[in-house]
T-cell receptor
Framework: TQLLEQSPQFLSIQEGENLTVYCNSS?????LQWYRQEPGEGPVLLVT?????EVKKLKRLTFQFGDARKDSSLHITAAQPGDTGLYLC????????????FGTGTLLAVQP | KAGVTQTPRYLIKTRGQQVTLSCSPI?????VSWYQQTPGQGLQFLFE???????NKGNFPGRFSGRQFSNSRSEMNVSTLELGDSALYLC????????????FGQGTRLTVV
């Protein structure tokens, strides 16, 4: 059972375009993290959101945690070829564990 | 500060063999988690160790096991390898014991032939 669904699965856009990736669940998470992964490498942490309704900005990337802490979105403004990669959301349930439940992933390709 | 180090980076094994993968977490991090990543199933949680104790375990068969040493380094072992065990195995370390950010190593690419 996949608890975190990401959409879209694949996205191919031109440099300069904007895009939004969604991460949805029917479950509540105590926090949610976004990662970017390049082929053959481990995921790199981009941001952690903790509070319902929280918005965080990282240069051209804007992350939002849903009010009910069940969903999140990642918006990229003026995408660049360097943004190409697999974007993964991951939810933490809290309690005495660092276990993460990963989303299905969104593969982004930004064409120059 | 050095990141998470996984060794080896690549492995090729034959069905039926066993394999041991190693992970050195970021200095000061006491929690180490292991994940399996495949194209079909994505990233799936294997187990987590904290202060040498397994704190959580995913839905994998008993052929998958792990341990953590007093210096927080961790190993995972897969016995009686099957073709379906071919995957990227990722280790993640976290600083505190509870619900904190995870930092991943580069992974070990295991191919079973």
């Amino acid at each position: 059972t996949q608890l975190l669904e990401q959409s879209p699965q694949f996205l191919s856009i031109q440099e300069g375009e904007n895009l939004t990736v969604y991460c949805n669940s029917s479950s509540v998470f105590s926090s949610l993290q976004w990662y970017r992964q390049e082929p053959g490498e481990g995921p790199v942490l981009l941001v952690t959101v903790v509070t319902g309704g929280e918005v965080k900005k990282l240069k051209r990337l804007t992350f939002q945690f849903g009010d009910a802490r069940k969903d999140s979105s990642l918006h990229i403004t003026a995408a660049q070829p360097g943004d190409t990669g697999l974007y993964l959301c991951a939810g933490a349930r809290g309690g005495a564990t660092n276990k993460l439940i990963f989303g299905t992933g969104t593969l982004l390709a930004v064409q120059p | 500060k050095a990141g998470v180090t996984q060794t080896p980076r690549y492995l090729i094994k034959t069905r039926g063999q066993q394999v041991t993968l190693s992970c050195s977490p970021i200095s000061g991090h006491r929690s180490v988690s292991w994940y399996q990543q495949t194209p079909g199933q994505g990233l799936q949680f294997l187990f987590e160790y904290f202060s040498e104790t397994q704190r959580n375990k995913g839905n994998f068969p008993g052929r998958f096991s792990g341990r953590q040493f007093s210096n927080s380094r961790s190993e995972m072992n897969v016995s009686t390898l099957e073709l379906g065990d071919s995957a990227l195995y990722l280790c993640a370390s976290s600083f505190q014991g509870i619900n904190t950010e995870a930092f991943f190593g580069q992974g070990t690419r295991l191919t079973v032939v």
